[in-house]
């Protein structure tokens, strides 16, 4: 079993920054990929960054250059560095770890984004 515990959520004026942290717990298995989703109200979940455990990443076009996904494998911790927000980014943030067959998530961490 893997427990993620996302922080690092809040309100933020547009142009503003916010750094999300995930902790990762359990029995973590490597190589994994761990990564942010975010979900707004309304809308589906949807992917916005992945980073794989060499360091490989991905990101939803609509934050290539503002949002930076980075981990920490000794710690299991996983971040997302969001420059630049706009009120679009308005969302619940989730974080996920990708393990052989499996994906666990964590219950999310809110992010407001003020005009």
């Known amino acids: 079993q893997v427990q993620l515990v996302e922080s690092g959520g809040g309100l933020v004026q547009a142009g503003g920054s916010l750094r999300l942290s995930c902790a990762a717990s359990?029995?973590?298995?490597?190589?994994?990929?761990m990564g942010w989703h975010r979900q707004a109200p309304g809308k589906q979940r949807e992917f916005v960054a992945t980073?794989?455990?060499?360091?490989?990443?991905n990101y939803v076009d609509s934050v290539k250059g503002r949002f930076t996904i980075s981990r920490d494998n000794a710690k299991n911790m996983v971040y997302l560095q969001m420059d630049s927000l706009k009120p679009e980014d308005t969302a619940v943030y989730y974080c996920r770890i990708l393990v052989p067959g499996y994906a666990y998530w964590g219950q999310g961490t809110q992010v407001t984004v003020s005009s």
């Open positions: 359990g029995s973590i298995f490597s190589p994994n990929i």
């Open positions: 980073i794989s455990y060499s360091g490989g990443t």
